[in-house]
């Protein structure tokens, strides 16, 4: 569906270089130029690296969307060149470095944006100053919120009535006021900065003033999914959203476009991960992974190994290594899993969309990254949650307690990788229990059922007629109308 030419609109992308943000943010990009918009993505030269090939197909497609790359201040800051993503920053402080130069590249941003003279910003809800850059241009900012309606209603309520400030310890239970389900959690699965107030509570102040003054918001998320949250966050929150998730399952399409997914090369892997995956029975194979941050210690990934060798099922599992040197257990762990054909691991980056729509796959271990969870439920998988830090325990709660199609592994502490200690393990016999209990087909039967269910229906709402399509064309028209009205408006 071609918007005609003269009504075609500019938007501008402004991601943010962590997977989890970039990657919707992208595949949203190449969703409206598909959709006949022309489309600018505005981002360092390393992070264009990762998404670059795509963006070429597209354009040789005949599609109107481009990359525009601003320089990184990477000497200023005190990085090695290139390192732009808070994926491969393997300490806190070169994250605070990668947040620093981000934000010394506001005024080069705001000068592209004068010459670029887009009709609308799409941009990450971490840019809260995109604010007054989209009010000096007269058009619409719109943000991208990365994760559920679910945990943003949560932790607004929670930000608003304290309730567990009341409570004697930080393992007592408290339920979320406001939700329409009884969801209890306790203090010690919040993040830092909604328990008490600290920096950073400060810091996210403006982002959520910048919600409020902003045209709408984009979620990829999709209304069958997590509707009865959608109005909740209507009501409360009184802002516009548009649903237009899963943006994965919309936009990659064949295998190449899976595999190959936010990383620069392509993965030479892929082909022995393949055969490994034709090898096993359908629904037989457990994913884990932990997203594209979090970097277990060496204590949790021994746990883990022995648990998942204990529970005899087979795995595929990403690791993340926290530095270069090599880890002999986990040397040792990958050949005995080489020769038993058991286990694969695959080190530091999983072409996962290509892995999760693999027949063999029955279910993913899960940290509950929003993204993560939108690619599992498009692909009709149910999930062992083991959320680990941020908004992941409140997106554990949806899985679990609302949508039933989520089994605990019992985390309890909301913590950053790169602070985690010994006394957070989870032990190997609660991880092997937790994956015998749910591979075991008759006790998960409703768990699987519900999670293939809500698979067909993630598939339809992106088709012609289905909830997602509906809204990013209902979108569209409207950029379309603001922008005509905006051009009526000006003077001559
Ligand atoms: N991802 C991937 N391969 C990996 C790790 C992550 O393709 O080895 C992708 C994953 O498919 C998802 C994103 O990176 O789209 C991670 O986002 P999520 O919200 O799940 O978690 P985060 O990384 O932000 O913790």
């Known amino acids: 569906m071609e918007a005609q030419s003269h009504h075609r609109l500019n938007v501008l992308f402004l991601p943010y270089p962590t997977p989890g943000h970039l990657l919707p943010m992208v595949d949203t990009a190449r969703l409206f130029a598909k959709h006949g918009v022309s489309v600018t993505i505005l981002t360092t030269p390393a992070i264009a690296s990762t998404f670059q090939n795509a963006i070429d197909s597209d354009f040789n497609c005949g599609y109107h969307i481009r990359t525009q790359v601003v320089p990184f201040p990477s000497a200023q800051v005190g990085l090695i060149d290139g390192l732009e993503n ?32 887009p009709d609308c910003i799409v941009t990450d809800m971490m840019y809260p100053w995109t604010v007054e850059s989209a009010e000096k241009l007269g058009i619409p900012r719109i943000f991208f919120y990365s994760s559920s309606y679910f945990s943003n209603c949560a932790s607004h309520f929670i930000r608003k009535h304290r309730p567990h400030e009341s409570l004697v310890s930080d393992s007592h239970k408290f339920t979320i006021p406001g939700l329409p389900h009884r969801i209890e959690m ?8 909604i328990r008490s107030k600290t920096r950073a509570t400060a810091y996210l102040e403006p982002t959520f003033e910048s919600e409020s003054r902003s045209y709408g918001a984009l979620y990829n998320s999709f209304h069958e999914l997590e509707s009865e949250y959608e109005q909740l966050h209507k009501n409360t929150l009184g802002i516009k959203s548009w649903n237009i998730g899963p943006v994965s399952a919309w936009v990659n399409k064949d295998d190449g476009e899976k595999a190959n997914r936010g990383h620069k090369e392509d993965l030479a892997e892929e082909p022995e991960l393949l055969n490994w995956l034709n090898s096993k029975q359908n ?11 979090t ?23 990403v690791i993340r290594k926290k530095d270069e ?26 072409p996962q969309l290509l892995i999760l729509d693999h027949p063999a796959i029955g279910g993913i271990v899960t940290h509950c990254g929003w993204n993560s969870i939108l690619e599992s439920v498009s692909a009709g998988l149910p999930m062992i949650t083991w959320p680990m830090f941020a908004e992941q325990f409140f997106n554990e709660k949806l899985l679990v307690d609302v949508l039933k199609i989520g089994v605990p592994v019992g985390a309890k502490e909301n913590k950053l990788w790169a602070s985690m ?22 006790e998960s ?28 064309m209902q979108l569209l028209d409207e950029l379309i109308s603001l922008k005509k009205t905006r051009t009526c408006e000006k003077p001559n």
Do not use: C
């Not at 629904?283 to 941050?293: A, M, Q, R, T």
């Not at 090599?326 to 999983?350: C, P, R, T, V």
């Open 86 to 117: 808070m994926k491969d920053a393997t300490t806190l402080e070169m994250l605070v470095k990668i947040g620093y130069g981000l934000s010394t590249l506001q005024d080069e941003i705001e000068l592209r944006f004068q010459d670029l003279q």
């Open 186 to 193: 306790t203090p010690s699965q919040l993040a830092d900065w």
């Open 283 to 293: 629904e037989s194979v457990l994913y884990v992974s932990f997203g594209s941050l």
């Open 295 to 317: 970097r277990l210690p060496h204590a949790q990934l021994v746990e883990l190994a022995h648990g998942l060798e204990h529970s005899g099922h087979s795995f595929i599992w």
């Open 421 to 442: 200690g010994k006394e957070e393990v989870m032990g190997r016999e609660e991880i092997a229990k937790a994956v015998v209990q749910f591979m075991a087909k008759e």
């Open 445 to 472: 039967r409703e768990v699987r059922k519900r999670a293939r269910e809500l698979g067909d229906a993630s598939k339809k709402s992106i088709e012609k007629g289905g909830s997602s399509y509906h809204n990013l």
């Open 325 to 350: 040197n090599g880890d002999s257990f986990l040397q040792e762990f990958e050949q005995k899993m080489k020769e038993s054909k058991n286990g694969y691991i695959i080190w530091n980056w999983a």
